[in-house]
C-alpha cells in the first residue's frame, strides 16, 4: 500500500512537501510519480520518476516542483515551492510495485492528501 502524507494549506508563493511511503510484499518499485485532481476536473499528471531518477514534469509546474526517490526505503517526495491557487488538489502518489521476482508490474495509489492554496 502507499501512504501519503504532507499534504495542507499554504499561501500563494509558499511552500509544502509530499510523501509517500509504500510498504507490504515489495521486490521492487519501478516508476513513482504525484497526480492530482482538481475539484470539477480529470485527475492529472504531475510529475514522475523511473527507479534510475529520470524524471517528467508537467508543464504547469516546471521549475517550482521538484520529485525525489529513496529506493532504499521505498518513498517518494514531491516539493513544491512557489505555488498557486492554481495548484489546489487533492495529490495522489502513485507506483508501480513488483511484489515478488517474476510478477508483472501492479499500479498502486495513495489515499490522497488535500493542497490547498489561498491567494
Known amino acids: 500500500q502507499l501512504q501519503a502524507s504532507g499534504g495542507g494549506s499554504v499561501q500563494a508563493g509558499g511552500s509544502l512537501r509530499l510523501s509517500c511511503a509504500a510498504s507490504g510484499l515489495i521486490f521492487r518499485i519501478n516508476d513513482m510519480g504525484w497526480y492530482r485532481q482538481a475539484p470539477g476536473k480529470q485527475r492529472e499528471l504531475v510529475t514522475a520518476i523511473t527507479r534510475d531518477g529520470s524524471t517528467n514534469y508537467a508543464d504547469s509546474v516546471k521549475g517550482r516542483f521538484t520529485i525525489s526517490r529513496d529506493n532504499a526505503k521505498n518513498t517518494v517526495t514531491l516539493q513544491m515551492n512557489s505555488l498557486k491557487p492554481e495548484d489546489t488538489a487533492v495529490y495522489y502518489c502513485?507506483?508501480?510495485?513488483?511484489?515478488?521476482?517474476?510478477?508483472?508490474?501492479?499500479?498502486?495509489w495513495g489515499q490522497g492528501t488535500q493542497v490547498t492554496v489561498s491567494s
Open positions: 502513485n507506483a508501480w510495485i513488483i511484489p515478488l521476482p517474476g510478477d508483472n508490474p501492479r499500479g498502486r
